[in-house]
């Protein structure tokens, strides 16, 4: 194999190689490009056409997948904020393999593209303000999207409790006004609040919150 045309932009590199089974066209960023050319120990890339090796062609493709997997992981990231293990499932779901979607994850990490505790904070703010959820299933939803227990147990431990509170009263205004006395329907509705989240010392409170607030 030769490579047979480098076409270097501000953005992209573009290397040709021609082979016997014909011609193939490798893209990467400036910066992978400039990587490959260290790793190869050379101060500077040979004059084209140049004869490569199979180690170069590795190489090649390797830096190539990991500028697609980054290109990529920045869009889905654009569209909606990920955990950085969901963002690598993602990539390996769109056909990336394992080591580029990692490093293309990792990338996205440290040029601050992807923060998992503002984005799990935000999250859980979001899902006790305006869905009405307790911290449990809060947590559960986070845990399902890739972010970590100790991320999540830190976050959950800066929402203010007055946020539960107030989630709560507001489904008991609406749903549960007054709360059911049958044994019956008011285990149903303790059920249906425990499956919001919300623990049974926090519901029992805010029923009586209520309760004392409406004998007033």
Not at 9 to 23: H, K, M, P, R
Not at 124 to 150: D, P, Q, V
Request: with cysteine; aromatic share 8%.
């Amino acid at each position: 194999m030769i490579c047979s045309a480098v076409l270097i932009s501000e953005t992209d590199v573009f290397v040709t190689i021609a082979g016997e089974g014909g011609t193939e066209e490798k893209c990467l960023s400036p910066n992978r490009w400039k990587r490959l050319i260290r790793q190869m120990g050379w101060q500077t890339p040979p004059i084209v056409p140049f004869p490569i090796t199979a180690e170069f062609y590795d190489r090649l493709t390797y830096e190539s997948d990991v500028t697609a997997a980054i290109r990529c992981a920045a869009r889905i990231q654009s569209q909606s904020p990920k955990s950085k293990r969901e963002l690598i499932r993602k990539l390996r779901e769109k056909g990336f393999k394992s080591e580029p979607a990692e490093e293309a994850a990792a990338f996205l990490v440290q040029k601050g593209y992807l923060k998992e505790w503002d984005q799990a904070y935000a999250f859980a703010e979001n899902a006790i303000t305006r869905k009405r959820y307790g911290k449990r299933r809060i947590s559960a939803s986070l845990l399902a999207h890739g972010y970590e227990s100790e991320t999540i147990r830190d976050v959950l431990a800066q929402i203010p409790d007055d946020l539960t509170e107030e989630a709560l009263r507001v489904i008991l205004k609406r749903k549960y006004t007054p709360f059911p006395t049958d044994a019956k329907e008011r285990q149903k509705a303790f059920a249906a609040l425990m499956r919001l989240g919300f623990t049974g010392g926090e519901i029992q409170s805010a029923i009586r919150e209520t309760q004392e607030k409406g004998d007033e």
